[in-house]
């Protein structure tokens, strides 16, 4: 008799059927991989197993056990309904408030945030008075914790975009030096942006901020935004901050560039974490890439390793950001349903995340 | 036969320390213990593949592999003369095109595979990002013989299948490698639009584009 298969996803989407057994290789070789890159401990037998009952659950949607429901937030802003697929949005028009008010009153938001449709800090100094504007508009109507957010997005103070030479560049002509002089000027630059930007939004009424994808520059901009916090804490003792990774690992494009003595380039989740919560974070967003060639059970093994090892080193609350491409999900537009509950509840049972 | 035993460790771990100056001088030692050129190449190049690893297990970064590169690139320069002379003059680099198809400003991963490609030998032309797609076109036809694109959305990943349908009707389809990457393109979807390499990181790219 054919050995029972389960239907199940690989990491780009695509329905697969795997048996049980195929299920339990991958999900002990995808932890493994983790454990192997991060210097962190595997999965035991037990989180293995019960993994295995997630994945090989009969029902397309699952969900938690009662009791262990856990904050939910969204990033980006009212941009996943204003934006086109682009930019992961569902190209429904509506204002900055309506989308707001929806996430509050329909979809369950414990919080929320501000953008600018460039969700970037640098493209908002310019017009920081109308989002002032508007973060007080919304903060009279909405009742949930209403941040405002943005990438650090480093990249934007490089050439073509800024005002200093773009180190991708000048590394290949092999001005290594010159490459890492540029990175610290930008991530200096970044810092007092941050500064500037959170701190007036905040007098606005904002309850705090959310730095979406810290690091997607690299390792500058990874310490750029940790600075930028720490001045933004000194500033606003009060105010709730979220640092989100842009990626599973720093990039070491400086390489050799601190945080409070230590070298950012290449810290995973468990060790990002230690640094937000030096600079002030009251939050840490941990991120987990996917690998659209293995199945799923080996991206939620892996990414639920990382987390896990995360909330068990991180002095704040973790936040794990689950979406395409992210937390073990599909590198899929329109993410499906049966991975995204699958990987949400894995990571609140069995990597202990305090909210999605 | 002469054992180079230990010159062979000393360019290796040279190479894995990174400093340009460490790799000259080992290159200089090894010279002067009678290891030929090529032997010396040899040495370099383990090294250089296992800064290759490091890299890809996060131990060493961007600016280590390109300061490996700048010794490797220099250690070159004092063998030339010997590898001439013995008719073994260091073969042409193979040409590669690379860019961030036209629509889409991302350029932080496609600029890292390219200096990828770079240490592992290859003669790259980086177009940058927003690239016109006559661009790539006018590259193949020039001799590249490699054609790299990245797009990280997914309304700009279309662009890839657009570029090799020019390439297609230019005639110029069976002449080049066509690589495509970045966050929304999958394997699959590399199979669909007719790309020949796919890569889930830069150094994958680069392991694949070598394997050919």
Redo the contacts between chains.
Sequence with gaps: MAAKEFYTRMGDGHRVAMTKEQIMADLQAGSADAADMGGIKALDSNDIEALCDIVCDSNRVVGVRPGMEVPLTYDIGQLDFTGDNGNSGNGVDMGRLEGALLHERALGADTFELAHSDYSIKPVKPIISMEMQTMEEVQNEIVIPYFYGAMPNMGLYYAPDGPYGNPADLMREFKIEEAMGEAEKSAAHLARDIEYVATKIYDAGADGFDFDTTGAAGDADFVGTLNGVEALRRRCPDAYINVGAAGESVMGIHGSIEYRGEVAAGLYPHQQCKLAAKAGANVFGAVVNTNSSKSLSWNLARAVTFVKACTAASPIPVHVNMGMGVGGIPMFETAPIDAVTRCSKAMVEIARVDGV | MTDFTNENKMLYDAMVAYKVPGITEAVDKARKAGMPATAVIDGLSAGMTQVGVLFE????????V??A??GM?KAMEVLEPELLKNGQGAAKKESVVMGTVEGD?H??GK??C??ML?CAGFE?H?L?RDVPKQSFIDEVRKGCKFCGMSAL????MTVQRDVIGMLKDAGLRDRVVVMVGG??V????ADKIGADVYG?SASETVARVKDL
């Design positions: 297990r996060g131990k060493l970064f961007l600016p280590h390109l300061s590169a700048a690139k400003v350029d932080i600029s890292i390219s200096t770079q790259v980086d940058g959305m997914t309304t700009t966050a929304p999958t394997q699959s979807y889930e």
